[in-house]
């Protein structure tokens, strides 16, 4: 199971120089992937839950392939709807060619209304618009020349070079709704959820997209999801806690499950913007919140997991 960071691209704290130092310390800890976040136009009620600045995923990824040589790259998670899909297949291609093959897409609806009316892209459409350009940008990938009719894009002839160099490119899609759970299984590699509680993921989520792959007649996706990451010096309470939120322990536990499960990729985030959770210290204190989050990650490479055998101690 591969164990990834997610890059905190927005608040105080998201500075060139600490940008910089997030994708150094991932590359010497030996965590495989490196993904940060997307909002364009960043109205009042993006900015409640991830204040300024914020610096922009698609800049922020080219810069990051130029001072990386290993880890993989990506989101968590491009909002489709708020761009072209041309724009997005051909980042996304431009990227992994640039990067060495190191490019992940992470996608979702979004959920930011007044960030939708900013952008002028319906928000009760949201759901139709990405599955359209879901479908564009596979397509896009996957041919040398588009051409393209569905309800929201239409084309002739899109010369699409260059491809991106790893088919397929890996499209981890997020959400929870059976909505979500079908566009995974129809037009993603991997599920992405986040912010998970241990027996609702085993126990209700899994199964559940495993029967609507078995309805499309589809194959399962792989298990890709995000959790909290926090190292606390008591246990959280089990009957209320999310994976990632607690001991070193319980951290270790969870990881192991998720491997259980057989999750390929777990993403580390060490930031939420839930007053319930408790962990906005990156915005609300950094520079010492930096630190202690730095620290953290070295712990639990050192000794969680096997970073380099991709596994669990």
Request: glycine share 8%; aromatic share 8%; charged share 20%.
């Amino acid at each position: 199971m591969k164990v990834g960071i997610n890059l905190v691209n927005f608040g105080p704290a998201a500075r060139p120089e600490v940008l910089a130092r997030w994708a150094e310390l991932a590359e010497r800890l030996g965590y495989h992937s490196l993904l940060t976040s997307d909002h364009l136009a960043v109205t009042p009620d993006v900015q409640e839950r991830y204040p300024g600045p914020f610096y922009e995923p698609l800049t922020i990824l080219g810069w990051l392939a130029a001072l990386t040589d290993r880890v993989e790259l990506g989101t968590t998670v491009t909002i489709v709807p708020y761009r072209s899909p041309f724009e997005v297949a051909r980042a996304w291609a431009n990227l992994d060619n640039l990067s060495g093959g190191r490019m992940i897409l992470g996608v979702g609806v979004g959920w930011a209304e007044r960030e939708f009316e900013a952008l002028d892209v319906p928000f009760r459409r949201r759901g139709a618009i990405t599955d359209d350009y879901l479908a564009v940008i596979r397509a896009h990938w996957a041919t040398e020349r588009l051409d393209w009719d569905g309800p929201f894009v239409s084309c002739r002839g899109v010369d699409t070079t260059p491809l991106p160099v790893r088919a397929p490119l890996p499209v981890w899609v997020g959400g929870s709704s059976r909505a979500a759970l079908r566009r995974t299984v129809r037009l993603g590699t991997a599920w992405h959820p986040i912010r998970l509680r241990p027996s609702w993921f085993t126990d209700v989520a899994v199964p559940r997209l495993a029967e609507v792959a078995d309805g499309e007649g589809m194959p399962m996706p792989e298990l890709c999801p995000r959790i909290m990451f926090a190292i606390t010096p008591q246990p959280t309470d089990p009957a209320t806690r999310f994976m990632g939120h607690g001991t070193l322990e319980q951290i270790h536990g969870d990881l192991h499950l998720l491997e259980q499960a057989g999750c390929a990729h777990v993403i580390l985030d060490p930031y939420s913007p839930f007053d319930d959770i408790g962990l906005r210290d990156l915005v609300m204190d950094p520079e010492p919140a930096l630190e202690r989050t730095w620290e953290a990650y070295e712990t639990v490479a050192a000794t969680v997991i096997d970073l380099q055998a991709e596994s669990v101690r």
